[in-house]
Nanobody, 127 residues
């Protein structure tokens, strides 16, 4: 599966962006999510969506500001970023798997649960 992420850019604090990630194949019982890595920091989970059910999971610090959704007909996942803060500045990666990730939600937050990764799209929030 190949992933193509897009939508990053430079935005002022309080602004919005929408990231997109297109998969080359349907994900069946799998999931697609977003991780991010800020300069000098480790990669962290942001949000994910179970492909068939549409169940979503979020990083606590973004769950009231970001929204993940999917269009199964287009094999595409979107991440709407609202009320952006300077600390949201990072390279955002989409990740996917065709395997069914075990519950509980802990496993959806681990990078090791995903088999395919996109190239990343940069989000820069100016304060």
């Amino acid at each position: 599966v190949q992933l193509q992420a897009s939508g990053g850019g430079l935005v002022q604090a309080g602004g919005s962006l929408r990231l997109s990630c297109v998969a080359s194949e349907t994900l069946g019982n799998g999931a697609m999510g977003w991780f991010r890595q800020a300069p000098g920091k480790e990669r962290e989970f942001v949000a994910t969506i179970r492909w068939r059910e549409g169940t979503t999971y979020y990083l606590d610090s973004v769950k009231d500001r970001f929204a993940i959704s999917r269009d199964t007909a287009k094999n595409t996942v979107y991440l709407q970023l609202n009320s952006l803060k300077a600390e949201d500045t990072a390279l955002y990666y989409c990740a996917a798997t065709r395997r069914r990730i075990a519950t509980p939600s802990y496993y959806y937050r681990q990078g090791s649960s995903y088999d395919y990764w996109g190239q990343g799209t940069l989000v820069t929030v100016s304060s």
